[in-house]
């Protein structure tokens, strides 16, 4: 199973908002409406943003949203701040509690 | 909260075995998970291990069938992750994470615990 295709870099100034895209196939993210996010400082474990393609956990903020097409998910940072300066990985299952990652994006504010 | 430990330098070929502690919440109501992430590189989801309940069975990523091997012990509060036939590319952060109560999805993962293979 190849990784998700995402973006090296992205790039946002304050206040402004930035899209990541995460490309898979049919057998991942064409398939599946099981495609998660997830935010990663330098030095930190990955942290969950997003889930079920465009649900949020308790505590993240609203500006962090999702969608998808066929077999692209997006990731979007509205009202970019500081602290979103980070790594970012998508996510899909690829069958019963089979997953497949992104190659990760760095957003830079 | 999850932490890993066994973190250690190997040579290749070596044997290890990692364990991740679990605390908070009911461990044996909830699958498991192994992610790597190479120096520099991106995440790799490894292995998988369902909750009891829903069998307890196992998958494994085609990187590492045959080579690492995930297990838990609920009466602990463990989830292990067996890796053997070390390559120098398994050097990596080796985390454990935990499924969500709703699938298909990671919401806890502990810190993390550094392999390094090499001779």
């Known amino acids: 199973q190849s990784a998700l295709t995402q973006p090296p870099s992205a790039s946002g100034s304050l206040g402004q908002s930035v899209t990541i895209s995460c490309t898979g196939t049919?057998?991942?993210?064409?398939?599946?409406?099981?495609v998660s996010w997830y935010q990663q400082h330098p030095g930190r474990p990955p942290k969950l943003i997003i889930f079920g393609i465009n649900r949020r956990p308790s505590g993240v903020p609203d500006r962090f949203s999702g969608s998808k097409s066929g077999n692209t998910a997006s990731l979007t940072v509205s009202g970019l701040q500081a602290e979103d300066e980070a790594d970012y990985y998508c996510?899909?299952?690829?069958?019963?509690?089979?997953?497949?990652f992104g190659t990760g994006t760095t957003v830079t504010v | 909260q999850l932490i890993e430990r066994g973190g250690d330098l190997v040579q290749p070929g070596g044997s290890l075995r990692l364990s991740c502690s679990a605390s908070g919440f009911t461990f044996g109501d909830y699958s498991m998970t192994w992610v790597r992430q190479a120096p520099g590189k991106g995440l790799e989801w490894l292995n998988f291990?369902?909750?009891?309940?829903?069998?307890?069975?196992?998958e494994d990523a085609a990187s590492v069938k045959g080579r690492f091997s995930i297990a838990r012990d609920d009466s602990k509060g463990i989830v292990y992750l067996q890796m053997n036939s070390l390559r120098v590319e398994d050097t990596a952060i080796y985390y454990c994470?935990?499924?969500?109560?709703?699938?298909?999805?990671?919401?806890?993962w502990g810190p993390g615990t550094l392999v390094t293979v090499s001779s």
């Open positions: 994470s935990r499924e969500a109560d709703s699938g298909w999805h990671f919401d806890l």
């Open positions: 996510s899909s299952t690829v069958g019963p509690n089979n997953y497949v």
């Open positions: 049919s057998n991942d993210i064409g398939n599946y409406d099981y």
């Open positions: 291990i369902r909750r009891e309940s829903y069998g307890g069975t196992t």
